[in-house]
């Protein structure tokens, strides 16, 4: 009966990602974060940046690059001050109007993954705060490859990360989510993106330099879709799987809809 049971929770959780079409979200996901997130980070990566390779850094240290594939993937991207000298007040205002947007479509996520109903348009505040929020953790994630080494990165990473991805769906959601139920679902959402990190590194790293010698950018700019596609499915999976594993593991008498606190 209980292997029973246990396969039976495992058909719930497939069946839970097929509604939330949830390889179509991480499509969406790295659509939405290579046309809006992306020009937001480079124009703060001109304002304050990295080193010479600005916004790439942030991409190489997510997707674990070195060597020549790191190099290839600098190479496309402007230099801090020209971007600086060619975006116009108006157009950074833009740029933070599509993050925003981004951080709308993460939210709805969450809402969808905890049956809550969307949260009304003046909590657009929340969608900024949490796009600031997650500049911030990128910006630290570079800082860290310079300050620490080993298992001392991994260490503060993982930590930093499950702060922010526990907070960030407390936050998106107003609250309406208890802080417990929220921990497994962050604490998945690292493990998903330490499991993509290494893939990235065994796969995308030769991948990059194969793909700029066939197709030039064009080639780069998909090896960074198809991790950006990965990146979505393990935040939205890893919150999913939070909260099935709140229900049927950790929290066995948390109700499978979770009714939303006002």
Do not use: K
């Not at 974060?33 to 990566?45: E, H, K, Q, Y």
């Not at 993460?106 to 009304?120: D, K």
């Amino acid at each position: 009966m209980r292997r029973l049971e246990r396969r039976l929770a495992a058909l719930v959780l497939v069946r839970r990602g097929r509604d939330l079409e949830l390889m179509h979200r991480a499509l969406g996901f790295a659509t939405l974060s290579l046309v809006t997130l992306a020009p937001l980070l480079i124009v703060v990566a001109a304002v304050a940046p990295l080193g010479e390779g600005g916004f790439a850094y942030w991409l190489v240290d997510g997707m674990g690059l070195s060597g020549r594939s790191a190099q290839v993937l600098t190479d496309i991207i402007s230099p801090p001050v020209r971007v600086v000298s060619t975006t116009s007040a108006w157009g950074g205002v833009l740029v933070a109007v599509f993050g925003v947007s981004f951080a709308g479509s993460v939210q709805n996520g969450y809402e969808r993954i905890w049956g809550l109903p969307p949260g009304p348009w003046h909590r657009v505040w929340r969608q900024a705060t949490w796009l600031a929020g997650l500049t911030a953790y990128l910006y630290q994630e570079v800082i860290n490859r310079y300050q620490f080494d080993g298992w001392e990165r991994v260490t503060v990473s993982a930590g930093t990360g499950v702060l922010f991805f526990w907070w960030g769906q407390h936050f998106l959601l107003g609250g309406q989510i208890r802080w417990r139920h929220l921990l497994p679902g962050a604490i998945a959402t690292m493990v998903g993106l330490g499991g993509l990190r290494v893939f990235s590194t065994l796969v995308f790293t030769p991948l990059i330099v194969d793909n700029a010698l066939s197709y030039g950018a064009v080639g780069i700019v998909l090896v960074v879709e198809s991790w950006l596609t990965g990146v979505g499915f393990v935040v939205y999976g890893g919150a999913m799987f939070g909260r099935w594993f709140c229900e049927h593991h950790w929290i066995p008498h948390v109700p499978h809809h979770v009714p939303h606190r006002r």
